[in-house]
């Protein structure tokens, strides 16, 4: 018995000395744009868009605010009040595990590439079930459309996630690295993070503290310009 025991303990320090990830909570806030969109894809005819999360208890991966994209298709989401049965992982290493292909991850990292350089391209509620869609296709199927393959969608949103597939494709660069939060009961979601700056793609409204150092940056600059101008 005292060798189990001491195997367990050794067992657990290895754990925390190799970083394998701990428990962490997701708790789902809102819609991302307000609300979730109808879809009517294959295997799911529901509400689909970018989800709000917080991650808790997750080392330097907690955060607040993050937009999530979906890549199980009808599985339950997060709870408002807190899931803990989450894990952080990388993308790559999650969808070689868990689909046998790393390289859907960097699919989709040319996908919110093209939306991290054009913005308005998903500003909408409309616009992020879009989306939604075109990483359902790129997880799922083989090709760069909703309208054929293994995975479709009849919806009035099929033809924005078509356009987005067809710039993801165009896509040769890949300016984010994906991160999972992996989950065994409840749906598994992902977010991006910058690979030059390893700030989130897509966070909420900036902290209020924040907001206050950029408008007194903006008042030094005026204060400056004005003393210009008075010696001028």
Same mark, same amino acid.
């Given at each position: 018995m005292k060798i189990f025991h001491i195997g367990r303990l050794t067992a657990l320090a290895l754990t925390l000395?190799?970083?394998?990830?701990?428990?962490?909570? =997701?708790?789902?806030?809102?819609?991302?744009?307000?609300?979730?969109?109808?879809?009517?894809?294959?295997?799911?005819?529901?509400?689909?868009?970018?989800?709000? =999360?917080?991650?808790g208890n997750a080392g330097s991966d907690s955060a607040s605010g993050l937009t999530t994209y979906a890549i199980e298709i009808g599985k339950d989401l997060p709870s408002s009040s807190g899931s803990s049965n989450y894990t952080v992982q990388d993308g790559s290493s999650y969808f070689q595990t868990q689909f046998n292909d790393a390289s859907i991850a960097t699919r989709l990292g040319r996908l919110m590439t093209v939306v991290g350089?054009?913005?308005?391209?998903?500003?909408?509620?409309? +616009?992020?079930?879009?989306?939604?869609?075109? =990483?359902?296709?790129?997880?799922?199927?083989?090709?760069?459309?909703?309208?054929?393959?293994?995975?479709?969608?009849?919806?009035?949103y099929a033809s924005n996630a078509n356009s987005l597939l067809s710039l993801a494709q165009a896509e040769t660069s890949n300016g984010y690295t994906l991160k999972v939060l992996?989950?065994? +009961?409840? +749906?598994?979601?992902?977010?991006?993070?910058a690979s030059s700056s390893g700030s989130s793609l897509m966070t909420s409204v900036p902290e209020p503290a924040t907001l206050g150092l950029v408008a007194f940056g903006l008042l030094g600059v005026g204060v400056v310009a004005g003393r210009k101008r008075r010696r001028g």
């Open positions: 000395a190799t970083g394998v990830a701990q428990a962490s909570t =997701v708790s789902i806030l809102n819609w991302t744009f307000g609300s979730g969109k109808k879809v009517n894809a294959t295997g799911y005819s529901d509400y689909a868009g970018g989800m709000t =999360v917080n991650i350089a054009t913005p308005s391209l998903v500003d909408t509620a409309a +616009e992020s079930a879009s989306l939604q869609l075109a =990483v359902w296709n790129l997880i799922y199927d083989n090709d760069y459309s909703v309208s054929s393959g293994s995975f479709r969608d009849s919806s009035s992996k989950s065994s +009961e409840r +749906e598994d979601l992902f977010y991006t993070v």
